[in-house]
């Protein structure tokens, strides 16, 4: 078998790869991040590189997943092919939220040196000074099992059943126990089991945690400083899985296809929190062990993949994965770099298609706190949503797709910056006015833009109800486009790049979603026997953030046409949730609850689905009178 | 005691359109036809009024197929070619209420005859017969937005029916309809939500909905009649129940469906066991006309001759005359 050597343009970054490889299996192997939303299936034309050669161009364009190679090349990566870092989506809804009984602090003890105790064994000595800490105890066994039960009995409000000594403790505790003196205990809660999992001198340092969003398109990793109880920095990047298959069901689809592959989609989650640790942990001179927590949320299949546990059964009738509620697992057990024996608290999942990532959304959203009836969307890929209204709580998965994440369309990109998420149009001026994320030049736009366009479009009536471009609109942004109509968004002229358009098939993709997610709320509701007027508060999630305009969601008929104080946007409700389970125990027992509580609609399954999304195939609505402000 | 027969109350009711317009209304026809208008469910006499029988039209079409099953070509013998003498005999023999008159030809692939050819076709069409026209394009969309505005344009006043205007075309038929004075078919895949997205896209496109027959996509028996009827039950059932949206009138292309299936089709030397081809292909056809009088379609578009005798009795007995 022969190699050949590929240039990849313009890092400059080599790699041997073997003829028959594919450019794009080459480009993973240097480290290149190309965009491969269909998983390499030669189908969702993202994976387009430029191939040096000696025609007049200078180069080919190809499919890097359906180019084989045949000689050395040199081979040029487009930004719009890049998988790049994503928006910094998360913002610290942990805001008011008291540190109280978190997976793991410190906890600051006198180790004794003299009297009675010094002939004791260092593990002795350190946890009968947990027990003394307190001053509770006039007087102490020397019994090593009553001492744990003891010092269970002396720390935070009988916490833990007991206090057990890791390994790792021990190790640092030997040669510090014949100085004595103050030392720092770091103590974990393992699901009410209590571990020392490391020992220190005192030092000024204090105690962190991360909080892991693990999302099917980005992974936002959190420091928090537990000690304060805060975020004290977030890093986001894209989910480096992605160049695997853009949605839950195609990575699934690819366990299947190859022995190694699991492993592999388990090494791409792995390698994406662990780029965020240190992009977070270097600027603070942190070092791995001073991380003693992590809290991570996920939806199931992305739980399964990280942990290696096989996802099949989650899209095979009956739909079950192999495990909702995870026992808090030790950090290297999991594969994550920081402390080894650091607790590691997975929220629990309900089903097959809702995950942690929805229960911890609807803890932090305070979704279930209240008795007014709550509906709670969290809309993204997977377009998961729960009806509460107090301690009853059922939720469902609508599929919407990648649409509002910008895969599959023409000029789509997730939120990150240079995506637009805002457009005016003034019909009379033929003028579009739009807002980018971060001010930057466009590269694209993202859910939040074109929830926007579509309203706007509708408005001044360059398409019909039905999605089609009304090829007579008078302005010259309307023209053919292959055998259709397209819509110039932006003039390529005014911003230094190829037009901005909006074509009819990206409209007819955003119209399925849109109506996925639609005709999910109205299939839940209505097997509650609820209509959406009766919804009292909206609480809606996801990387839009505050950029989503409640008109124009209603308007395309996305929402419910409800008063619109009642739609609230929130960020990522997946990401508060993590950072409460790290800060407080009534968080993480609270998670447990809620995934208990939670009955599961399978939307598939339930009669009346397909006829409600056929007739919310259209703008808003098929039946008008659901959208009286609107139409 | 005596028995009171419980009686469903309907809020609303099915549109009535017209279709052909005779001398003092600005056309040429000798007679019109009425659809629609009930006000319950299809014959259950006791509780709703049928103020229109339902309509039967006999399909002419400009080019006959390739392979016209022996037992509807010796129904209507030689005059399959010449499209106006076929009319003629479904008018004058059979007593077809109206000609739907069918551009199979113009498709592209099967003749590409012009838009010029079939206008002259519909003016010696009405000119030959007395009874209101329904115009039907070839079904392919760029072909049918150059030819229904021709032929729309030299029936003029004549109050035709013009087929369809479909969810992706439906702005040029329109239109023609709006400029000539017809009445239009807005068609929808066997899907009840598309016929109402259909009626509200034309509606929006600035003709009134009392202007509108419906048509759903359907099969012919053993190919999906029972669907069929189904949505011809809900839709008709929408109409009672007040939806504006889906009150009008209802047609059903019965012939070219049913004349598809092998079990009309096929000569009895193949299918002995399938008994004579003569009556075959008739009661094949009769059935599923009958079923979609049962469903609530106003309007059937029907191939062999006979089934218009055939059905016209079966209506006698349903109408209660």
């Not at chain 1, 007049?56 to 487009?78: F, H, K, M, R």
């Not at chain 2, 949206?245 to 019965?254: F, G, K, N, Y």
Request: glycine share 10%.
């Amino acid at each position: 078998m022969s190699t050949h050597t590929i240039t990849f343009l313009p890092e400059g970054v080599t790699v041997a790869a073997a003829a028959g490889d594919t450019l794009l299996s080459a480009a993973t192997a240097a480290g290149i991040g190309l965009r491969a939303a269909c998983g390499g299936k030669g189908v969702c034309g993202k994976c387009v590189v430029r191939v040096a050669s000696s025609g007049s161009a200078g180069y080919e364009e190809v499919l890097g997943c359906q180019t084989p190679i045949t000689g050395d090349a040199v081979v040029t990566i487009p930004e719009e092919s890049r998988l790049a870092d994503g928006h910094a989506l998360a913002e610290d809804l942990t805001g008011g939220v008291a540190l109280e009984a978190p997976l793991a602090e410190g906890v600051s003890v006198e180790l004794p040196t003299e009297g009675e105790w010094y002939r004791e064994t260092a593990a002795e000595r350190l946890l009968a000074a947990l027990a003394l800490q307190r001053e509770r105890f006039s007087e102490v066994t020397l019994e090593l099992t009553a001492l744990r039960a003891l010092a269970a009995l002396a720390l935070q409000r009988e916490r833990f059943s007991e206090v057990t000594l890791e390994l790792t403790a021990l190790r640092a505790l030997a040669p510090l126990a014949r100085e004595g003196g103050r030392l720092r205990v770091a103590l974990a809660d393992f699901d009410g089991a209590g571990r020392v999992i490391g020992v220190a001198p005192e030092t000024a340092t204090g105690t962190y945690g991360v909080a892991v969003d693990l999302g099917t398109t980005t992974v936002v990793v959190g420091l928090m400083d537990l000690v304060a109880g805060k975020v004290l920095a977030s890093h986001a990047e894209l989910n480096a899985q992605g160049r695997y298959g853009a949605d839950v069901i195609s990575r699934i689809v690819y366990t299947q296809e190859r022995e190694e592959a699991r492993e592999e989609l388990r090494a791409a989650a792995l390698d994406t929190i662990e780029n965020c640790l240190f992009e977070l942990l270097a600027p603070l001179g942190l070092s791995r062990e001073d991380v003693i927590a992590a809290a991570l949320v996920g939806n199931t299949t992305m739980i399964h993949l990280l942990l290696g546990i096989d996802p099949a059964g989650i899209r095979r009738d009956p739909y079950v994965p192999a495990v909702r509620s995870l026992p808090t697992l030790a950090a290297e057990d999991v594969g994550l770099a920081i402390h080894p024996r650091a607790p590691v608290f997975v929220a629990p999942g309900v089903s097959s298609y809702v995950g942690g990532d929805i229960t911890a959304g609807v803890l932090a959203a305070g979704a279930a706190a209240t008795a007014e009836l709550t509906l709670f969307v969290d809309l993204g890929t997977n377009g998961e949503m729960v009806v509460a209204k107090g301690d009853w709580l059922v939720c469902c998965s609508c599929s919407a797709g990648p649409a509002f994440e910008g895969s599959g369309l023409d000029h789509g990109t997730y939120a990150r910056p240079g995506a637009i998420d805002a457009f005016r149009y003034d019909a009379e001026a033929d003028t579009m006015t739009f807002h980018t994320i971060g001010g930057a030049t466009p590269v694209g736009i993202c859910g939040s833009g074109y929830i926007d366009a579509l309203a706007e479009l509708l408005r001044a009536g360059a398409i019909d109800r039905r999605g089609r471009i009304n090829p007579e609109f008078p302005s010259p942004r309307v023209r053919a486009h292959e055998e259709r109509y397209e819509f110039v968004l932006v003039w390529g002229r005014e911003i230094g790049r190829d037009d901005i358009t909006l074509g009819e098939d990206d409209i007819q993709n955003l119209i399925r979603a849109k109506a996925a997610v639609y005709s999910g709320v109205t299939t839940l509701l209505d097997s509650l026997d609820l209509q959406p007027s009766q919804l009292e508060r909206v609480l809606l999630a996801g990387g839009f953030g505050h950029s989503l305009h409640p008109d124009n969601a209603v308007a395309i008929g996305l929402l419910p046409d409800l008063p619109r104080e009642r739609l609230h946007f929130l960020g990522n409700t997946a990401f508060a949730g993590a950072c409460r389970a790290l800060l407080r125990r009534d968080a993480r027992l609270d998670l447990q609850w809620l995934a208990r509580r939670m009955t599961n609609f399978e939307l598939s399954t339930v009669p009346g689905y397909m006829d409600r999304y056929v007739s919310s195939l259209f703008l808003p609505h098929t039946d008008l009178s659901l959208f009286p402000s609107v139409t | 005691m005596p028995f009171e027969m419980p009686v469903e109350k309907w809020a609303g009711a099915v549109n009535t359109v017209t279709i052909g317009a005779t001398r003092d209304q600005g056309g040429t026809r000798g007679s019109t036809v009425t659809l629609g208008g009930s006000t319950g469910l299809p014959f259950l006499h006791f509780e709703g009024k049928t103020p229109n029988r339902p309509a039967l039209a006999l399909e002419v079409l400009d080019t006959p197929p390739a392979e016209m099953p022996a037992p509807l070509a010796a129904a209507i013998g030689d005059v399959v070619n010449d499209p106006v003498a076929w009319a003629r005999l479904g008018v004058e023999k059979y007593g077809a209420d109206a000609i739907c008159l069918r551009f199979t030809g113009a498709h592209p692939d099967r003749g590409n005859r012009s838009p010029e050819e079939c206008a002259a076709l519909t003016k010696a069409m009405l000119a030959a017969v007395p009874v209101p026209l329904i115009l039907w394009g070839c079904g392919q969309a760029d072909k049918d937005n150059d030819l229904m505005p021709r032929v729309s344009e030299v029936a003029a006043g004549e109050n035709c029916l013009l087929g369809t205007a479909s969810q992706d075309n439906y702005k040029t038929i329109t239109a023609a309809c709006l400029a000539d004075g017809h009445k239009l078919i807005t068609e929808a895949p066997l899907d009840i939500n598309i016929q109402k997205q259909v009626n509200i896209l034309v509606s929006d496109a600035g003709l009134d909905t009392s202007r509108i027959v419906m048509f759903q996509v359907t099969g012919g028996l053993g190919y999906g009649m029972e669907y069929a009827y189904s949505i011809m039950e809900r839709t008709r059932l929408a109409a009672l129940g007040g939806d504006r949206m889906l009150s009008m009138p209802l047609l059903a292309q019965v012939g070219s469906e049913v004349w598809k299936a092998k079990e009309a089709r096929t000569p009895e030397e193949t299918a002995p066991q399938w008994g004579p081809a003569e009556a075959r292909g008739l009661l094949w056809e009769t059935l599923t006309a009958t079923c979609f009088l049962h469903g609530g379609t106003d309007l059937l578009v029907l191939w062999h001759p006979q089934v218009i005798v055939q059905t016209r009795k079966i209506l006698d007995a349903l109408m209660g005359a």
